[in-house]
């Protein structure tokens, strides 16, 4: 709001100083008009003018090696970016900043001049006015001469970082012009906010699905080749188009959990959504291939936030990226979440959470305040490997898919009383020197734990759930149960000669070879980091447990009808798989169509499947700060 700053009894100026900026997000900055004026000293989640983090590389001046090709530390890779220089480099980087304009002042005299200061939010804020076509920063000696304020200015603004912690910066910047003539001071400010960093969800149509590639490593490598290979068609078969974006440098199979895809827009010149991916790195500093996302991956409109946080809790699996997925749009109980909410898993018998850094940059952004789940009966700790959100043609927008180790314990009881107790548990075919599992039906359903393990599971599931109803509002008509089941986390790494052959890593029984190879590309996914299995070989005394069959509902929704499920390698039973038509019944009912790719050997025999091999990009076009 413009306002005089002339001393008391001075004439009343000619012309105020007034600056403007794009508060109602339609592209354009008013200087006619008043559409632009109101709220323009505040901020909401509806209105106000909003600026890019420029943390993209679109140029791609940012160097990825040092001298004589080393590698860079972690903090200089992630130093370099837009942002990081003071000039606009080309016009793709121009399209990044939020437009600023002060309204054209025809009537003053040669010696006005005017200065521009940013008053809040200094430190992370670059200014640039556009003199001939050339964008020029704003310093402190930086005078607008007359005429330049008589036509009026042109400002890019753009912030130097996301918010990290609302508690030392909220993300605001105020933007303010004086203008002195003939002995007169005037001034007027604009408040800007940095977009939020927000998280994909399930109502936000796939792009682009992303995968580790390994390279050599024998057996293994082959059968991950396959996956990569099965995979790409499958994305194809989907609808979407662009290739998979592989990662191939450090072998690191789980590329969901060292990277979470994220975003940040505001609509740009001309009314066009201006959006940046932001590759969030996980927090795990000693998690290599989150490096990949500097040296690959980021570029134009696309860029990587890591965060510094050493003090790790002692469950390094946490900070998988895996344990975070979002719950799509919603609104309950008087809260609105017009992008979505995340939702994280915590050891709650054990009180470990995640990155206490990383938690607070999410909750810094205002918009997708983190919901957490109790994570403390898996082996693993992810949410993604008992809750996934689907599409759905209902007023709601979306339905809850939930694990559910009942209906897998009533497929085996069936199946038994039908007489098909000696039936094999798994039809997996067994590769050279790694023989297919044995056990059969009766024998899973009589060993030690297994159903035990299943009811708490069962139980620790319905618990979770009943917070996210709460939470959201979902009703039990809006709840997918898919057929799964789970064993012990102790038996699933045990030795053989336990009596029955439910443990998981003797399927590869006699195949050291593969086994080393497993572990080497850090194929059980709490195994993935260094120190990692010590860590959570001191967790608490709590039954933890991992997916006995594949976990049908980890995995990708590729388009809003099509779903992509690890094979279920299920007892086959007249000529069915009985666990692959459950799984197909439940999706078919709520209009999903599902295809299988085997992950057996790659994924499933380390604790994941393939939604935890895989990641997305989605479709970040919409305004985040429309509600449905």
Not at 11 to 36: H, I, K, M, S, Y
Not at 40 to 66: M, Y
Not at 418 to 433: A, E, I, K, Q
Request: glycine content about 10%; hydrophobic content about 35%; some cysteine.
């Amino acid at each position: 709001m413009a306002a005089p700053a002339a001393s008391a009894g001075a004439a009343e100026p000619a012309a105020r100083a007034d600056l403007r900026a794009d508060v109602n997000r339609d592209g354009q900055v008013d200087v006619t008009g008043d559409t632009d004026t109101a709220g323009e000293d505040s901020w909401s989640v509806g209105r106000g003018a909003i600026q890019l983090p420029n943390i993209d590389d679109d140029s791609k001046r940012c160097p990825t090696t040092g001298q004589g090709g080393r590698p860079l530390p972690d903090a200089k890779l992630a130093a370099c970016n837009d942002a990081s220089d003071t000039k606009v480099d080309g016009r793709a980087d121009a399209d990044d900043l939020a437009r600023v304009r002060s309204v054209p002042l025809p009537g003053l005299g040669k010696d006005a001049q005017g200065s521009l200061k940013v008053t809040t939010g200094a430190t992370h804020t670059h200014v640039f006015v556009k003199r001939s076509g050339t964008w020029v920063l704003v310093t402190p000696r930086t005078r607008l001469t007359a005429a330049e304020l008589r036509s009026g200015v042109e400002l890019g603004v753009e912030a130097t970082d996301v918010i990290r912690d609302s508690g030392k910066w909220d993300g605001r910047t105020v933007l303010d012009l004086t203008v002195t003539s003939a002995g007169t001071t005037t001034s007027d400010e604009v408040t800007l906010r940095v977009a939020p960093l927000l998280t994909q969800h399930h109502l936000q149509n796939t792009r682009q699905v992303m995968v580790t590639k390994v390279r050599g490593a024998g057996e293994f490598g082959r059968l991950q080749r396959k996956f990569v290979k099965g995979l790409a068609r499958e994305v194809k078969k989907a609808g979407v188009t662009e290739p998979l974006v592989t990662f191939e440098k450090y072998g690191d199979v789980w590329a969901q959990d060292f990277v979470e895809p994220a975003y940040v827009s505001m609509t740009g010149p001309g009314g066009h959504r201006q959006a940046m991916r932001v590759m969030l790195r996980s927090a795990q500093p000693d998690r290599a291939a989150g490096r990949e996302l500097f040296e690959k991956v980021r570029g134009r409109d696309t860029g990587v936030v890591q965060v510094s946080d050493r003090s790790q809790p002692d469950d390094w699996s946490l900070n998988s990226m895996g344990n975070l997925e979002t719950i799509p749009p919603y609104a309950h109980n008087g809260r609105s979440f017009p992008a979505g909410r995340i939702i994280q898993g915590w050891r709650k018998d054990s009180g470990e959470r995640t990155s206490k850094v990383m938690r607070t940059l999410l909750k810094s952004q205002g918009l997708q305040d983190p919901l957490l789940l109790d994570t403390s009966w898996l082996g693993v700790g992810h949410v993604d490997e008992f809750v996934q959100f689907l599409p759905a043609d209902t007023p709601r927008g979306w339905r809850i898919g939930i694990a559910d180790p009942e209906a897998g314990l009533r497929l085996l009881r069936d199946a038994k009383r039908d007489g098909h107790g000696r039936t094999r548990m798994f039809s997996v075919p067994g590769l050279p020197g790694a023989p297919a599992p044995k056990e059969t039906i009766n024998q899973v359903l009589a060993s030690r734990h297994f159903v035990a393990d299943n009811t708490m599971a069962a139980k620790r599931i319905a618990a979770d759930l009943e917070i996210l109803k709460r939470e959201t509002g979902v009703t039990e008509d809006e709840i997918v149960r898919v057929p799964g089941l789970y064993t012990r986390e102790a038996e699933a790494s045990s030795a053989r000669g336990r009596g029955v052959p439910v443990p998981r890593l003797t399927r590869i029984g006699g195949t050291p070879g593969l086994l080393d190879s497993l572990r080497e590309h850090g194929q059980q996914r709490w195994l993935a980091g260094p120190g990692a299995a010590g860590s959570r070989a001191a967790a608490p005394a709590t039954v933890t447990t991992s997916a006995y069959v594949p976990g049908a509902v980890n995995g990708v929704l590729l388009g809003r009808d099509r779903y992509l499920a690890p094979r279920q390698w299920g007892p086959v039973i007249g000529g069915k798989d009985i666990f692959t038509e459950a799984v197909n019944a439940v999706y078919r009912r709520v209009g999903l169509k599902v295809s299988y790719i085997d992950d057996w050997y790659t994924y499933h025999l380390g604790m994941g499947e393939v939604h935890c091999g895989t990641n997305t990009l989605r479709d970040v076009s919409a305004a985040w700060w429309q509600t449905r």
